[in-house]
DNA sequence: GGAATAGTGTCTTTAAGACACTATCAA
DNA sequence: TTGATAGTGTCTTAAAGACACTATTCC
């Protein structure tokens, strides 16, 4: 059992998700409208209490994912993000949720909830300056996930599960472009993905012509750890330049 | 409340810590003896449940790192490492662990745990190859946490949290051979620490003369991200030489 | 002077960044 | 042939890696 006199504490488990994709190049998280209070009808992390004792916390997770985007669960990357427990994070008590960070192919509209909720894709800016308010501490994992992204971006092929199984390379570029919030020089990237052992390989050169000279196409290499990595170019000295938009 | 029939079910939280320290240039990791069971007379990391249920999850963990190692809660680095949940994880029930990273400078003895559990410095290779057996799933805990730490050393400024408050650029490269498990060329590293803006300032020529030249001091700058990163040398293709050793 | 430790300088190679044009297709 | 998109080559600069000697102190 536990230790002397006093028992621990139970607290409530819930999984949150940060599930991010490209919609028109832009990098949108996936947010529900709560049905029920606290914070009712306010935007809100798509996640949940575990099912039963016995749920697994990755299940879970898996669980609330295929709820909210109906995918295929083996397509969608998913990992741990952090834990989030601060005492008063939660009105109805101590509720420690662990987050978790999705990544998916672009899905054209957001799937209703299971318990008709409203589910949108909002662009993360509108998350990050405070334009689009959220439940709980949920803005701050949000700001955490996207972070983790564009970290992951670097240094893992986690870049190809924003797209479908064939892309181009321009393709991919949006995604960096768009995760990282910067434009990249097409050359360069051209020279850096291809020169990444392992990376992308090639998938023939098919379809889609839109108009314009017809793309090789590409598929997800073996490799997850790229080497070298595809640093992001630096912010130029940090100084004030954080949050400020439109509002 | 909470959804719709069923209640959500609590858990048990607990925090576990991976108390990283050097100790005669090898990188080493606090472990006590199980004085209850499960595990009884088991070694296992430092940790255990939340003391009331206000208690915020980072100030748990320091309240237990401070009960183990009696050092200034200020002078020791603690993130949040992540979170384990595995429903049979624990034999007492659905117990789930946030795990946290500690870098603590050298403390020459362990301190004996509050509950008179035996606390003693292992060498982190003995836990990795399994010749040290770990109570539940701390050994994968402790992978975990040294790949965090090396990680950390190659972009933050992390390695400072191993030295005192003031060290020699010597010093601070048996950091990173520790965690890291290389060796490095002092010229390259001497250049690479001093190019890294704000990483660390000169402080002095101080006292410590060993018989040799006495050493320049420096103290840790104001930078915690490095810019540029001392990358870590590749582990020339990774292919088959996981975790086989000694045993 | 010798033992011990601290500190440095140069050359080569690799990758990053800046930069503008050619290639292929559809209408 | 025009519009649209895909793809490439070179030069410069920065950083990494390899490599061996000089400097300062204590005895």
Redo the contacts between chains.
């Keep these: ?3 002397d006199a ?1 028992s ?7 999984v949150d998700l940060v599930i991010l994709t490209l919609r028109e190049e832009r990098l949108c998280v996936l947010l529900v409208e709560r049905g029920e209070d606290p914070f009712r009808g306010v935007l809100a992390l798509p996640g ?3 099912n ?6 990755l299940d879970a997770a898996h669980r609330e994912l295929s709820e909210e985007t109906a995918l295929a669960t083996g397509t969608v990357h998913l990992e ?1 993000l ?2 989030y ?3 008063d994070r939660d009105p ?3 509720v ?1 949720s ?1 987050a978790h960070l999705a990544i998916a192919p672009h899905l054209p509209e957001p799937v209703a909830g299971t318990d008709a909720r409203d589910a949108a894709w909002v662009a993360v800016e509108a998350v990050l300056s405070g334009k689009t308010a959220l439940a709980f501490d949920h803005r701050q994992i949000v700001a955490d996930g996207i972070e983790r992204a564009r970290s992951r971006l670097e240094f893992s092929a986690l870049a190809t599960a924003f797209c479908g199984e064939l892309f181009t390379i321009v393709e991919l570029q949006h995604v960096y472009e768009a995760v990282w919030g910067t434009e990249l020089d097409t050359r360069n990237f051209y020279r850096k993905v291809q020169a990444v052992k392992g990376f992308i390989v090639p998938a023939g050169s098919g379809r889609k012509s839109t108009g314009g000279r017809p793309a090789q196409l590409y598929r997800a290499g073996p490799q997850t750890v790229l ?1 070298p990595p595809l640093i992001r170019p ?1 912010l130029a000295e940090v100084q004030g330049n954080e949050g400020v938009e439109g509002l």
Excluded: K, Y
């Design positions: 059992m536990a230790a006093w621990p504490t139970p607290v409530l488990l819930t949940g209490f575990l039963h004792a016995g749920e697994e916390i741990q952090a834990t427990g601060a005492a109805r008590g101590r420690v662990v080497s630096a």
